[in-house]
T-cell receptor, first 114, second 114 residues
């Protein structure tokens, strides 16, 4: 099992709250990713990072923001949560180099905004 | 537009039976194709990876095939077990980016009954 962790695993909050989803990996991977997944649907890339101080937006527009101050840590923040943000959020990491490198996924955070 | 289509959407089989899941893709230029297993409430875990030159890859009771000419792949599960109940996701990577951008199918939800 990959050494990539996400907290919390489940979160239920009210509209307008600020939240941060944590993601940490102990594999020393340069690349990290955030995906959003709704039930029965494909994963959509919302943010990625090539390394420290690198962050990029993914294919799916998201109101969330990310930071990469340390190699092992890639938190995602929502300044003001809304019901439309209800979804599962998956963090992943991979070694730098080529597109052959496997992405290892965390267990996910299931977010519900009331 | 790069796409990955999977069929069937869901499948129910009895324990001990075999099954085959299908994946068609239009991703170009093609780099590699992975099959992931995603248990409910967990992140995806890689089962197999195949590059352009490979047409079959096995991992225990899982055997994946790839026809790069017709852009089709299949995942065959032999002697199914209850623990095989999960979503099986076909993921294709293109050769056009160093990010290792992944294109995800929506998955086939497999249920194995005793």
């Amino acid at each position: 099992e990959a050494d990539i962790y996400q907290t919390p695993r489940y979160l239920v909050i009210g509209t307008g709250k600020k939240i941060t989803l944590e993601c940490s990996q102990t594999m020393g991977h340069d690349k990290m990713y955030w995906y959003q997944q709704d039930p029965g649907m494909e994963l959509h890339l919302i943010h990625y990072s090539y390394g420290v101080n690198s962050t990029e937006k993914g294919d799916l527009s998201s109101e969330s923001t990310v930071s990469r101050i340390r190699t092992e840590h890639f938190p995602l923040t929502l300044e003001s949560a809304r019901p439309s943000h209800t979804s599962q959020y998956l963090c992943a990491s991979s070694e730098g180099g080529t597109q052959y490198n496997e992405q290892f996924f965390g267990p996910g955070t299931r977010l519900t905004v009331l | 537009k790069n796409q990955v289509e999977q069929s069937p959407q869901s499948l129910i089989i009895l324990e001990g039976k075999n099954c085959t899941l299908q994946c068609n893709y239009t991703v170009s230029p093609f780099s590699n194709l992975r099959w992931y297993k995603q248990d409910t409430g967990r992140g995806p875990v890689s089962l197999t990876i195949m590059t352009f030159s490979e047409n079959t890859k096995s991992n225990g009771r899982y055997t994946a095939t790839l026809d790069a000419d017709t852009k089709q792949s299949s995942l065959h599960i032999t002697a199914s077990q209850l623990s095989d109940s999960a979503s099986y996701i076909c993921v294709v990577s293109d050769r056009g980016s160093t990010l290792g951008r992944l294109y995800f199918g929506r998955g086939t939800q497999l249920t194995v009954w005793p």
